[in-house]
């Protein structure tokens, strides 16, 4: 069975994770926010990088696909947008929580 003490641990840990949430004033809204922009700096990089890759494609047609090449770097590029506005987000969190100690 189960540690009783291991349940109670967990349960305050989590009482005290949402008290800090309700203290830093921490919504929905923003996580959504943030949710969307993470994904348009996805989005974004790779319909342009297809966009000029179909473009490339039609104006200089060669043995090379400039569309797929294209596309995904655009997604490489998104991908890498979206790592750096996380782990912006991440470090504001945690200065975040170290001030409040």
Known sequence: MSDPRAFSR???AQA???LLARQMGMHVWPGLGMLGLIGWSVCLPTVLGTWLG???DKRHPGTHAWTLALLVAG???GCANAW???SKEQEAI???QE???
Do not use: D
């Open 10 to 12: 967990n349960v305050g």
């Open 99 to 101: 001030s409040r100690k």
């Open 75 to 77: 997604l490489c590029l």
């Open 94 to 96: 945690r200065r975040g």
């Open 84 to 86: 750096h506005w996380i």
């Open 16 to 18: 005290h994770r949402k």
């Open 54 to 56: 179909l473009w490339l």
